[in-house]
């Protein structure tokens, strides 16, 4: 079975960094669209960065420059760094996976993903 699982979750302050990690298995993640969503309480999960076989990455307009998402092949992980935080990237953050063509991985769009991890929690003070 396919499973995610993701780690490196945390409180940071205003500015700093963090690193979260997407373990999978149960499946090659260079060969499928994997990417990172995030969610707040009352809103709906938005795609914050994702990226095409390995090879094309796409972000959220709110992200671009300060994320960056990558993938470790021999780990068969998936990582988002992400620097300079604000408050606003306050919110529990999932990987999730599918094989999905190329224009549907670039448009981060929830409902094409059936694959997902637990969550992480990203909590970012001012």
């Known amino acids: 079975a396919v499973k995610l699982a993701e780690s490196g979750g945390g409180s940071v302050q205003a500015g700093g960094s963090l690193r979260l990690s997407c373990e999978a298995s149960?499946?090659?993640?260079?060969?499928?669209?994997v990417g990172w969503f995030r969610q707040t309480p009352g809103k709906e999960r938005e795609g914050v960065a994702t990226?095409?076989?390995?090879?094309?990455?796409y972000y959220a307009d709110s992200v671009k420059g300060r994320f960056t998402i990558s993938l470790d092949n021999a780990k068969n992980t998936v990582y988002l760094q992400m620097n300079n935080l604000s408050p606003e990237d306050t919110a529990m953050y999932y990987c999730?996976?599918?094989?999905?063509?190329?224009?549907?991985?670039?448009?981060?769009?929830?409902?094409?993903?059936?694959?997902w991890g637990q969550g992480t929690q990203v909590t970012v003070s001012s």
């Open positions: 149960g499946y090659t993640a260079r060969d499928y669209c």
């Open positions: 999730a996976t599918d094989f999905l063509p190329g224009v549907y991985c670039g448009r981060m769009t929830e409902d094409v993903f059936g694959t």
């Open positions: 990226m095409y076989r390995s090879s094309t990455t």
